[in-house]
């Protein structure tokens, strides 16, 4: 490019800029004039991240940034590229510039970049309602990606965010569930708004709860992001997972009347009273300990405030899910447990295997007095 017109075009910026920030422009050009690419880079990118800069995002970047873009670190000039699309009029055009940076940045040497592109213009063809094309962009990112050693975090954030997007549009509550909390692992919790980490522990909240693949919860219950639900009006749907990992039916009892608060929860109703029973099904077994875990019907319907009739389709639908091995004698009503799957255990459940850890010992001990009592002659000899 011509450094007249140039010069010129950075003159025209910079007296349309804030007065603040006019500073910036004279440290642009003489970075262009002396071809310090990755400072320039960088005040760019400083320049562009200032909201006072959104009206000239565009024309900085259609008449400036493109004339020398292959001399800049590629996934900086992707981020650029993003900030100026989010000046655009609409989708549609917005969608046809991120389509051209993508294709732009589409070489062996710059994937990351390429990857971070196609994301974000899948975002776009999410909003049109183009799903269709969105997964074709996201399969490409994700079979890239996972040739990656490594990658910048912002990358895969980024791919985490959109494809969890994708999946909660289409109601794949299991999938969306997964890569809302890879997208949470990438990034700073600090850096979410209030509304939004809300907004996101009450998404993941009902995804785990509706889904039909989700039956430990573990990793959500540890994660910092629930507790921004509490002491909101949404406080009792963190209440409502406590009690379904612990798997239990008074509490849900006491807390169905909130269901109606939440339409996906009222929807998957039936269901979910099936789930909080499979939870008190696994929560009594794993109370007993190993050697005690041959229960009859009529034990698991006390112990879990299930209906006797039906414990047998209970427990042939924990054995199918994995959250139990065993065998069931139909005949006797006895249903013989040798597992459970582990989960994450409240300070109530520690207690109760800190009580089981107890009587452990105390067997232990009283089997070792008995062996010491009836051995005396054999120790002697």
């Avoid at 909130?258 to 077994?285: C, G, M, R, W």
Wanted: hydrophobic residues 45%.
């Amino acid at each position: 490019m011509d450094p007249e017109v140039v010069s010129n075009f950075l003159s025209e910026q910079r007296e349309a800029a804030p007065e603040d920030l006019q500073q910036s422009f004279l440290t642009i050009e003489d970075y262009w004039d002396r071809k310090l690419w990755h400072q320039l880079t960088d005040v760019l990118v400083e320049y562009f991240n200032t909201p006072a800069s959104a009206s000239q995002r565009l024309p900085l970047f259609r008449n400036f940034i493109l004339s020398f873009a292959e001399k800049i670190n590629q996934l900086k000039f992707v981020s650029l590229g993003l900030l100026a699309a989010s000046r655009c009029s609409d989708d549609n055009e917005r969608l046809s510039f991120l389509t051209d940076l993508a294709k732009k940045v589409n070489k062996p040497a710059s994937q990351d970049a390429y990857v971070y592109a196609l994301v974000a213009a899948s975002e776009v063809k999410l909003r049109l309602q183009d799903f269709i094309d969105a997964r074709k962009d996201l399969d490409t990112a994700e079979s890239i990606l996972d040739t990656f050693d490594s990658v910048e975090t912002e990358v895969h954030a980024t791919f985490y965010r959109i494809n969890a997007t994708y999946y909660q549009a289409n109601q794949d509550f299991g999938a969306y569930y997964k890569n809302a909390l890879l997208y949470l692992a990438c990034i700073d919790l600090s850096t979410l708004t209030p509304a939004d980490a809300q907004s996101r522990a009450y998404d993941l909240s009902i995804a785990a709860l509706v889904s039909d693949s989700i039956y430990n919860f573990g990793e959500l219950l540890l994660h910092p992001i629930l507790e921004t639900l509490t002491s909101t009006p949404h406080a009792w749907l963190r209440d409502l997972l406590y009690a379904f990992n612990r798997g239990d039916l008074a509490a849900y009892n006491v807390l169905e009347a909130n269901l109606s608060k939440a339409p996906l929860l009222e929807v998957h109703k039936t269901f979910l009273y099936q789930k909080i029973s499979l939870s008190a099904l696994t929560e009594a077994v794993f109370r007993r300990p190993p050697h005690d875990r041959a229960m009859t019907f009529q034990t698991i319907s006390r112990e879990t405030n299930v209906q006797p009739a039906e414990i047998e389709i209970l427990i042939m639908k924990a054995l199918s899910l994995g959250l139990l091995r065993g065998s069931i004698d139909q005949v006797a009503e006895i249903a013989r447990i040798n597992w459970v799957q582990p989960k994450v255990l409240d300070p109530g459940q520690i207690d109760g295997m800190r009580v089981r850890l107890r009587e452990w010992d105390s067997s232990v001990n009283q089997l070792g007095n008995w062996i010491e009592g009836v051995g005396k002659d054999v120790w002697a000899a």
